[in-house]
């Protein structure tokens, strides 16, 4: 792959200021681990829905527990051109949340009308996406869900908040 000219000359400077936006996010525990954007998804879900975090950071099958027990997974989806989101193995969660962020592919299909740069969460139960499984929408070892598919879950929740909304009082 040939190296591509660079257009901004303060590359070093974006560099920098991203390395130092990193340790300063470490340095707040929301930046837990070197999964930087899963750690992000995970600490939002967390300040939105008042999960507590497994301190155990390779803890199988799930990320939080809610406070009434139940095992939730968290996946975080922010890429502009990918349309799959790996969704664990429902045998070992309760739930999982689909943290879209305003940029994400999946998000735009939506079709939701804001304001603002809000993300979106959509809560699926583990025995929907069991089901989806058993139908060969998605086979076990691939537990993908593709934007067409994610959208099928009828009993999903599907809440929209800014980034700011997990501050308010």
Do not use: W
Request: positive net charge; proline residues 2%.
């Amino acid at each position: 792959m040939k190296l591509k000219q660079l257009s901004n000359p303060n590359v070093i400077d974006l560099l920098n200021n991203f390395l130092s936006a990193v340790e300063a996010l470490k340095a707040e525990n929301i930046i837990r681990s070197d999964r930087y954007l899963g750690d992000i998804g995970e600490f939002i879900c967390q300040r939105r829905y008042n999960l507590v975090l497994n301190e155990n950071l390779r803890e199988r099958g799930y990320d939080a527990i809610t406070e009434h027990n139940r095992r939730i997974e968290i996946k975080y989806h922010t890429s502009a051109i990918g349309t799959n989101v790996e969704i664990g193995d429902p045998l070992l969660y309760d739930d999982v949340y689909v943290l879209l962020s305003p940029r994400s592919k999946l998000y735009k299909k939506q079709n939701h009308n804001s304001e603002g740069l809000e993300h979106c969460c959509i809560q699926l139960n583990s025995e929907s996406v069991s089901k989806l499984m058993q139908t060969n929408s998605l086979k076990r070892g691939n537990r993908k869900l593709t934007v067409g598919k994610i959208f099928l879950f009828k009993n999903g929740i599907t809440d929209y908040f800014s980034l700011e909304d997990l501050f308010k009082a």
